[in-house]
């Protein structure tokens, strides 16, 4: 039967983490950092500069363009004439400062000491190179998607390209994948997996939102917003403009034509269009999440081949899509009805046929069809109908675990954002101190009353450097984290598609017994009129017609019957071979996360070690004997 | 824990060594403290050993016990005492009451104590001073009685003090910024004396938020480890074979991880936020300092103007009214030794603060720079701990990596 708590994973997989993550640090200062892989425009600021002076100041001589995150929170004072504070110079007298009793080594702040690949022990080349996170085609490329400029905060974190988004990765990681592999004994965990299904659509981006004034409709002025699709293949590249409607109609028509199969599901409708359709965020926020549905229904193997995807991003111009293109599937609705029409209910089944065959235009979400499925089942066959008798163990087991699993997914979900929260907060209080320090180290040096106050700026300087870098490690991390932890919302995502390819089951089951239990009771009642009629001589003339009619009747309920057992069949098989599909990926998948995740963690673990352990031989002088 | 904190207690905190110094030596550890008395009236008592070549001590080794207020009593004296010199801060009551008998807090408590009367103990004027010896030398009756009999504002609970405190604050403010409008010192070193203090104490008030925030950070962080690896664990359940045992690995270092930032939560408090805070003390002591130099300044200016006052008078009368110079004359005598005395007195105060921020200066370069070094440390074990537990997961992985293909 249905799960009983089936409401609850639908907050769940709309915020993917993305959107929980907006969520969750919605109203502080957030860096945004995940951007780097998720494409998502921030339009450059201008609050950055005196954070920027600032780094330009605690890094010497590097010129850096990279800026440090997005100070929603105004950074300490830092006034306007930071950058002319010759830091320089003042360090130098304070390095030949006669009352300096402190010995201070030249080596400090400017750089780390070099790192060569060569070193067993170090796990992240440090050459310099460009990001391979960034995307080329990110239509708003701001500063914040940029890599930091200099070279000993860069190096490339690990990914793999086929992680989560398929073959739309793939292209631009061959750069990563060639300079990770010079790392030292690391290779081995990042070689690349050949992609999972060569797609035949190599890249979907979904971009330029356009408002469109509703001219069908003259009595009430309406607007929608379209949507460009590109979609590459390896030979030529298509372009169509779609609304968030023909996103339904797709999802719909590939719901009815692939019963049984694990639908990645649509992106919720979310808000009700008038009150925030305004608004530029929401509209983008609908574009990342439009474009990664089309890219998991373009990696899935059946999908990908379908006809409706291909319409939807091929075609241009109105969308086509033929109500129902399976024909099983299409018998079947008259067959589902069919016993209904025969008992008299024939109005309510135009009502719900007429409603199927505009599903998109009522703006129904897949909640509310879920809601109302599962309301028809209690109503319908609650009662003196038999309810469903699922007898296949193995499957009713596949589900209970599966059920596990999701519940397991839900919870790990909710750690890792809660693990990449923690590790953004310490990022963003590492930075916060090591700009209370850039501030001390000012103050002291121009407020000089004693020189050995240049020597203890000098020191404060270290750990405000120290500090500010560390911070941007720990950002690094965070959004590699982010990346890898995705996996969990994905696949918590993936569960609902499969809750969804196991009701189809159920129902279609339902409906195969529900048409037995018809047939049987026509024909009980075909056998009482023939017996009845029977004894009549010559025969009961409409008695004999009512029996004609039953056995038309009985002859258009087995057909259905007919297709409606082939078509459970089929879904059974599309279960079996989905869930085998989803065991074989959820290991890879997995194994990426795993990783990618300890990958990175170590790598950053050990360039924050590096910083700090410089920070304290620069300090140590202070140890007493 | 209390063998570790045994290991640490007997050294001498303060970087001015006095053994360095013509062989004479005074240390002194403040020891784990033991809980006496009960329910409100329950307070913790710190054995304090004192060791010692000193001609003027009863002995090599002396054992004492004494309480918190003992050591604030020995503050207060002191500050009385040596007007002009910045007296070492005593380590903060916990603010909050339940946390009065943590662990934790006690072990925190009892570093700030040992830190605070080494101090004393190594500064060149205060370690000769009378109360001290008193405080490291004499039994808890003594002490107990000394501590009622003291007169004045010092004479109430240490709660109180936190109020006086806050007065004298307003008053140091009051006085040094002028709101009071009194006579005034104005040389311009003075005031940028005056305005470095009081901007520093911003500025590190700041760095010690930061820095008390990065603890909690850090214990935060640990805790999320902590649920990460649970959360994990369960979702390596539901895996089978080797893949779910990579899981409940990954897990079980995320558990253990949370330990290592707990650790180093432990130690940015203890090595990295408290100096910090004692520098914010021992600028609010300056300040304290402040607020004697001007009533001394003050009280030097008005007693000046009174005996030149006084002076005309006298030479009025030396024309006028014979009969009462004679009286007059002592009067003006007696102003002029108070004026001469209450200017020497400034002028002492004014030689000792100079001394004393020489020293200060100094003595916080190294003690920051102590600091620092001790959060660095931590962060780079911290760092090399999170790698190397991380790094050893890489090899199981990989095997599952193989096997699965």
Same mark, same amino acid.
């Given at each position: 039967?249905?799960?009983?708590?089936?409401?609850?994973?639908?907050?769940?997989?709309?915020?993917?983490?993305?959107?929980?993550?907006?969520?969750?640090?919605?109203?502080?200062?957030?860096?945004?950092?995940?951007?780097?892989?998720? $494409?998502?425009?921030?339009?450059? @600021?201008?609050?950055?500069?005196?954070?920027?002076?600032?780094?330009?100041?605690?890094?010497?001589?590097?010129?850096?363009?990279? &800026?440090?995150?997005?100070?929603?929170?105004?950074?300490?004072?830092?006034?306007?004439?930071?950058?002319?504070?010759?830091?320089?110079?003042?360090?130098?007298?304070?390095?030949?400062?006669?009352?300096?009793?402190? /010995?201070?080594?030249?080596?400090?702040?400017?750089?780390?000491?070099?790192?060569?690949?060569?070193?067993?022990?170090?796990?992240?080349?440090?050459? !310099?190179?460009?990001?391979?996170?960034?995307?080329?085609?990110?239509?708003?490329?701001?500063?914040?998607?940029?890599?930091?400029?200099?070279?000993?905060?860069?190096?490339? !974190?690990?990914?793999?390209?086929? +992680?989560?988004?398929?073959?739309?990765?793939?292209?631009?990681?061959?750069?990563?994948?060639?300079?990770?592999?010079?790392?030292?004994?690391?290779?081995?965990?990042?070689?690349?997996? !050949?992609?999972?299904?060569?797609?035949?659509?190599?890249?979907?981006?979904?971009?330029? !939102?356009?408002?469109?004034?509703?001219?069908? $409709?003259?009595?009430?002025?309406?607007?929608?917003?379209?949507?460009?699709?590109?979609?590459?293949?390896?030979?030529?590249?298509?372009?169509?403009?779609?609304?968030?409607?023909?996103?339904?109609?797709?999802?719909?028509?590939?719901?009815?034509?692939?019963?049984?199969?694990?639908?990645?599901?649509?992106?919720?409708?979310?808000?009700?269009?008038?009150?925030?359709?305004?608004?530029?965020?929401?509209?983008?926020?609908?574009?990342?999440?439009?474009?990664?549905?089309?890219?998991?229904?373009?990696?899935?193997?059946?999908?990908?081949?379908?006809?409706?995807?291909?319409?939807?991003?091929?075609?241009?111009?109105?969308?086509?899509?033929?109500?129902?293109?399976?024909?099983?599937?299409?018998?079947?609705?008259?067959?589902?009805?069919?016993?209904?029409?025969?008992?008299?209910?024939?109005?309510?089944?135009?009502?719900?046929?007429?409603?199927?065959?505009?599903?998109?235009?009522?703006?129904?979400?897949?909640?509310?069809?879920?809601?109302?499925?599962?309301?028809?089942? /209690? $109503? @319908?066959?609650?009662?003196?109908?038999?309810?469903?008798?699922?007898?296949?163990?193995?499957?009713?087991?596949?589900?209970?675990?599966?059920?596990?699993?999701?519940?397991?997914?839900? &919870?790990?979900?909710?750690?890792?954002?809660?693990?990449?929260?923690?590790?953004?907060?310490?990022?963003?209080?590492?930075? @916060?101190?090591?700009?209370?320090?850039? +501030?001390?180290?000012?103050?002291?040096?121009?407020?000089?009353?004693?020189?050995?106050?240049?020597?203890?700026?000098?020191?404060?300087?270290?750990?405000?450097?120290?500090?500010?870098?560390?911070?941007?490690?720990?950002?690094?991390?965070?959004?590699?984290?982010?990346?890898?932890?995705?996996?969990?919302?994905?696949?918590?995502?993936?569960?609902?598609?499969?809750?969804?390819?196991?009701? @189809?089951?159920? $129902?279609?089951?339902?409906?195969?017994?529900?048409?037995?239990?018809?047939?049987?009771?026509?024909?009980?009642?075909?056998?009482?009129?023939?017996?009845?009629?029977?004894?009549?001589?010559?025969?009961?003339?409409?008695?004999?017609?009512?029996?004609?009619?039953?056995?038309?009747?009985?002859?258009?309920?087995?057909?259905?019957?007919?297709?409606?057992?082939?078509?459970?069949?089929?879904?059974?098989?599309?279960?079996?071979?989905?869930?085998?599909?989803?065991?074989?990926?959820?290991?890879?998948?997995?194994?990426?996360?795993?990783?990618?995740?300890?990958?990175?963690?170590?790598?950053?673990?050990?360039?924050?070690?590096?910083?700090?352990?410089?920070?304290?031989?620069?300090?140590?002088?202070?140890?007493?004997? | 824990?209390?063998?570790?904190?045994?290991?640490?207690?007997?050294?001498?905190?303060?970087?001015?060594?006095?053994?360095?110094?013509?062989?004479?030596?005074?240390?002194?550890?403040?020891?784990?403290?033991?809980?006496?008395?009960?329910?409100?009236?329950?307070?913790?008592?710190?054995?304090?050993?004192?060791?010692?070549?000193?001609?003027?001590?009863?002995?090599?080794?002396?054992?004492?016990?004494?309480?918190?207020?003992?050591?604030?009593?020995?503050?207060?004296?002191?500050?009385?005492?040596?007007?002009?010199?910045?007296?070492?801060?005593?380590?903060?009551?916990?603010?909050?009451?339940?946390?009065?008998?943590?662990?934790?807090?006690?072990?925190?408590?009892?570093?700030?104590?040992?830190?605070?009367?080494?101090?004393?103990?190594?500064?060149?004027?205060?370690?000769?001073?009378?109360?001290?010896?008193?405080?490291?030398?004499?039994?808890?009756?003594?002490?107990?009685?000394?501590?009622?009999?003291?007169?004045?504002?010092?004479?109430?609970?240490?709660?109180?003090?936190?109020?006086?405190?806050?007065?004298?604050?307003?008053?140091?403010?009051?006085?040094?910024?002028?709101?009071?409008?009194?006579?005034?010192?104005?040389?311009?070193?003075?005031?940028?004396?005056?305005?470095?203090?009081?901007?520093?104490?911003?500025?590190?008030?700041?760095?010690?938020?930061?820095?008390?925030?990065? %603890?909690?950070?850090?214990?935060?962080?640990?805790?999320?480890?902590?649920?990460?690896?649970?959360?994990?664990?369960?979702?390596?359940?539901?895996?089978?074979?080797?893949?779910?045992?990579?899981?409940?690995?990954?897990?079980?270092?995320?558990?253990?991880?949370?330990?290592?930032?707990?650790?180093?939560?432990?130690?940015?408090?203890?090595?990295?936020?408290?100096?910090?805070?004692?520098? %914010?003390?021992?600028?609010?002591?300056?300040?304290?300092?402040?607020?004697?130099?001007?009533?001394?300044?003050?009280?030097?200016?008005?007693?000046?103007?009174?005996?030149?006052?006084?002076?005309?008078?006298?030479?009025?009368?030396?024309?006028?009214?014979?009969?009462?110079?004679?009286?007059?004359?002592?009067?003006?005598?007696?102003?002029?030794?108070?004026?001469?005395?209450?200017?020497?007195?400034?002028?002492?105060?004014?030689?000792?603060?100079?001394?004393?921020?020489?020293?200060?200066?100094?003595?916080?370069?190294?003690?920051?720079?102590?600091?620092?070094?001790?959060?660095?440390?931590?962060?780079?074990?911290?760092?090399?701990?999170?790698?190397?537990?991380?790094?050893?997961?890489?090899?199981?992985?990989?095997?599952?990596?193989?096997?699965?293909?």
């Amino acid at each position: 039967m249905y799960w009983a708590n089936s409401d609850w994973a639908w907050d769940k997989i709309e915020g993917d983490f993305l959107t929980c993550y907006l969520r969750v640090t919605a109203g502080k200062c957030n860096p945004l950092s995940f951007s780097r892989h998720r $494409n998502f425009p921030i339009s450059s @600021d201008s609050e950055i500069s005196s954070k920027e002076k600032t780094e330009k100041m605690m890094m010497g001589s590097e010129t850096t363009e990279h &800026t440090f995150g997005t100070p929603q929170k105004s950074p300490p004072s830092l006034p306007e004439d930071m950058e002319t504070l010759n830091l320089s110079d003042v360090y130098k007298s304070a390095i030949s400062s006669p009352s300096s009793s402190v /010995t201070i080594t030249n080596s400090s702040i400017h750089s780390l000491p070099p790192i060569t690949t060569s070193d067993p022990h170090l796990l992240i080349s440090t050459q !310099p190179q460009s990001s391979p996170l960034r995307n080329p085609k990110s239509p708003n490329s701001s500063p914040f998607l940029d890599p930091p400029s200099y070279a000993d905060v860069v190096f490339s !974190p690990f990914h793999n390209s086929n +992680n989560d988004n398929g073959n739309s990765d793939s292209v631009e990681s061959s750069s990563a994948s060639s300079s990770t592999s010079t790392v030292l004994g690391i290779t081995s965990y990042i070689s690349e997996r !050949p992609p999972r299904s060569s797609s035949i659509y190599r890249e979907i981006s979904v971009s330029d !939102p356009r408002k469109v004034q509703d001219s069908s $409709n003259t009595l009430v002025t309406s607007t929608y917003v379209t949507y460009l699709i590109s979609t590459r293949t390896s030979d030529t590249e298509y372009k169509v403009r779609r609304r968030f409607r023909d996103v339904v109609t797709l999802s719909d028509r590939l719901a009815e034509a692939y019963r049984g199969f694990f639908i990645p599901v649509r992106p919720d409708k979310g808000v009700v269009e008038g009150q925030i359709m305004q608004q530029q965020d929401f509209i983008n926020q609908r574009r990342l999440a439009l474009e990664k549905y089309l890219r998991r229904l373009s990696v899935h193997p059946a999908i990908e081949k379908s006809r409706e995807l291909g319409i939807f991003l091929q075609v241009d111009g109105k969308l086509q899509l033929p109500m129902t293109t399976d024909v099983a599937s299409r018998m079947l609705d008259g067959a589902v009805r069919l016993p209904k029409q025969l008992f008299g209910e024939v109005r309510e089944g135009c009502v719900a046929q007429n409603e199927v065959a505009q599903p998109a235009k009522g703006g129904r979400d897949l909640l509310r069809i879920f809601k109302e499925l599962k309301q028809s089942m /209690t $109503n @319908d066959w609650s009662g003196t109908k038999p309810s469903v008798i699922e007898e296949d163990k193995q499957f009713l087991e596949m589900k209970e675990k599966v059920q596990d699993l999701e519940q397991q997914l839900s &919870t790990s979900s909710q750690q890792a954002e809660g693990l990449v929260k923690a590790q953004q907060d310490i990022c963003e209080t590492m930075r @916060d101190l090591g700009f209370a320090f850039v +501030n001390l180290t000012k103050f002291e040096t121009e407020n000089t009353l004693d020189d050995i106050q240049k020597v203890r700026a000098v020191e404060i300087r270290r750990v405000a450097t120290a500090s500010v870098k560390a911070s941007r490690f720990y950002q690094e991390l965070t959004s590699q984290t982010m990346k890898y932890l995705d996996t969990l919302h994905e696949y918590l995502g993936k569960m609902l598609a499969i809750r969804v390819a196991f009701s @189809d089951r159920t $129902n279609a089951l339902l409906t195969v017994q529900t048409l037995l239990s018809d047939l049987n009771s026509f024909q009980l009642k075909a056998e009482k009129l023939k017996a009845a009629s029977s004894k009549i001589f010559g025969g009961d003339r409409s008695r004999l017609r009512k029996v004609e009619e039953l056995k038309e009747t009985i002859r258009i309920t087995e057909d259905a019957k007919k297709v409606a057992l082939e078509e459970y069949e089929r879904i059974k098989e599309n279960n079996s071979t989905e869930l085998e599909r989803l065991g074989r990926e959820k290991k890879d998948d997995f194994l990426d996360m795993l990783k990618g995740f300890v990958v990175n963690q170590v790598g950053y673990a050990e360039r924050i070690a590096l910083v700090w352990e410089q920070a304290a031989q620069e300090t140590s002088v202070y140890v007493k004997q | 824990m209390a063998t570790i904190v045994a290991q640490n207690s007997p050294q001498v905190q303060s970087p001015r060594s006095p053994q360095s110094q013509n062989m004479l030596f005074l240390t002194v550890s403040v020891m784990d403290p033991d809980k006496r008395g009960t329910g409100v009236q329950a307070y913790m008592s710190y054995p304090v050993i004192t060791k010692t070549n000193l001609p003027d001590y009863k002995g090599p080794e002396i054992t004492v016990e004494r309480r918190y207020s003992d050591f604030v009593w020995l503050r207060d004296r002191l500050f009385e005492k040596y007007k002009g010199i910045f007296i070492p801060p005593v380590p903060e009551k916990s603010a909050v009451e339940k946390f009065r008998f943590s662990a934790e807090f006690i072990d925190m408590r009892r570093q700030g104590l040992n830190v605070y009367i080494n101090r004393i103990a190594s500064h060149p004027e205060l370690r000769q001073s009378e109360d001290l010896k008193t405080f490291l030398q004499e039994d808890g009756e003594t002490m107990e009685r000394l501590r009622f009999q003291e007169t004045g504002i010092f004479n109430r609970k240490p709660s109180d003090l936190i109020q006086i405190f806050k007065d004298v604050q307003s008053k140091v403010s009051d006085v040094v910024l002028g709101k009071e409008k009194p006579v005034e010192e104005t040389t311009p070193e003075y005031e940028k004396l005056k305005r470095y203090i009081y901007e520093l104490e911003d500025h590190l008030a700041e760095a010690q938020k930061q820095a008390y925030r990065m %603890v909690k950070r850090h214990k935060e962080l640990g805790q999320s480890l902590l649920d990460f690896g649970k959360a994990i664990k369960l979702l390596g359940a539901c895996e089978g074979e080797s893949l779910g045992k990579a899981f409940s690995e990954l897990g079980t270092k995320s558990e253990s991880l949370s330990h290592k930032f707990e650790d180093e939560a432990r130690n940015l408090l203890m090595n990295f936020e408290e100096p910090l805070k004692d520098y %914010v003390h021992d600028v609010q002591s300056i300040k304290a300092t402040m607020v004697e130099r001007a009533n001394a300044f003050k009280l030097k200016c008005e007693l000046s103007e009174t005996t030149k006052l006084k002076e005309i008078n006298l030479e009025k009368l030396m024309l006028v009214r014979s009969d009462k110079v004679g009286e007059a004359e002592i009067e003006y005598r007696k102003l002029n030794t108070e004026s001469e005395e209450a200017t020497r007195r400034f002028e002492l105060i004014v030689k000792l603060m100079d001394e004393e921020m020489v020293r200060f200066q100094e003595e916080k370069t190294t003690d920051l720079g102590l600091a620092f070094h001790e959060f660095a440390k931590g962060q780079a074990k911290l760092g090399k701990d999170i790698a190397t537990a991380w790094r050893s997961l890489l090899p199981k992985i990989e095997a599952c990596s193989v096997s699965s293909h």
